[in-house]
């Protein structure tokens, strides 16, 4: 295996979908939900299929060439793309998090490029990306839910609002409507439901008194309010790149504690900074 195999961190960035979609307000789209922070940080695949089809392939092509593409310690450096092998399948990512820099000095903090999910990762189970892998656009498209905003007067989040959102989309193929687009933060606004049955994401969550609407036009069914001129509100922060960089707790849940156990960590502080940007 020549090194003209291997991708590097100084190489082209890879492919997104989102670019790769090109949406636009309006658009219909079906997808699934890969990872959930909150109802305003999540991440969706819409080439479901697509993504089935290639993890096997890579499953197949690493287990057989494993001991070619293992990456030595010493080589490890953030934002470097890569292969990890954890739970039993071989997931495209990036790393984010250094031994030396964990609690566990035996394990790297990767972020899964096709889910948008975090985990730490043994370091024996890291290994270069092949180049042709690096060819596939990263399924994983940022997204959040139009139209609500949390009910609390925090303007944040509970695990409890997580949860219930959670059981609305996990494990089913969803229909929605792409409200509005954040291109420079590549961010697209949805409203769904579960393909062919029941009320929308957002106006169930209304129902249940765990959000409210950000327009009062949106209770009498009026037309749309016109896009945000900045994506910018309490309640999206942390950004969807500060929780995939692991600057920031990687679940609401988590955060939660932290600021329990440890309300003047510079972690906590990060998360709880409300900035524009």
């Excluded at 820099?101 to 975090?118: E, I």
């Excluded at 925090?154 to 969803?174: G, I, M, P, R, Y």
């Excluded at 954040?182 to 393909?195: I, Q």
């Excluded at 009498?220 to 790149?241: I, L, Q, T």
Aim: net charge negative.
């Amino acid at each position: 295996m020549g090194s003209d195999d291997l991708f590097y961190v100084d190489q082209k960035p890879i492919p997104t979908c989102f670019t790769k979609c090109n949406f636009n307000p309006g658009q219909p789209i079906n997808f699934k939900v890969s990872h959930i922070y909150d109802p305003s940080k999540f991440w969706i695949v819409v080439k479901f299929q697509e993504l089935e089809i290639f993890q096997k392939h890579l499953f197949q092509y690493y287990y057989l060439n494993r001991n070619k593409y293992k990456m030595p310690t010493d080589n490890l450096q953030l934002d470097m793309p890569c292969v990890a092998f954890t739970d039993g399948n071989y997931y495209r990512g990036r790393i984010v998090g250094l031994p030396q820099d964990l609690w566990d000095q035996n394990q790297v903090h990767v972020f899964f490029t096709d889910y948008g999910s975090l985990q730490l990762v043994d370091y024996n189970n890291i290994f270069y990306m092949s180049v042709k892998h690096c060819e596939v656009p990263q399924f994983s498209v940022r997204a959040s839910l139009a139209q609500v905003r949390p009910k609390n007067s925090h303007c944040q989040w509970t695990v409890a609002d997580v949860t219930e959102f959670s059981n609305l989309l996990s494990d089913k193929v969803l229909a929605g409507v792409v409200e509005n687009v954040y291109r420079e933060r590549e961010v697209v606004e949805v409203a769904c439901r579960e393909r062919g049955v029941g009320a929308a994401v957002h106006d169930t969550l209304v129902a249940q008194q765990r959000t409210q609407y950000r327009d009062e036009e949106l209770k009498s069914g009026k037309k749309m309010p016109p896009p945000e001129p900045k994506y910018f509100c309490a309640h999206v922060c942390p950004s969807h790149e500060a929780i995939e960089s692991g600057k920031v707790p990687t679940s609401l849940s988590d955060a939660e504690f932290q600021v329990m156990v440890a309300p003047f960590s510079p972690i906590v502080t990060r998360y709880y900074q409300v900035k524009d940007a």
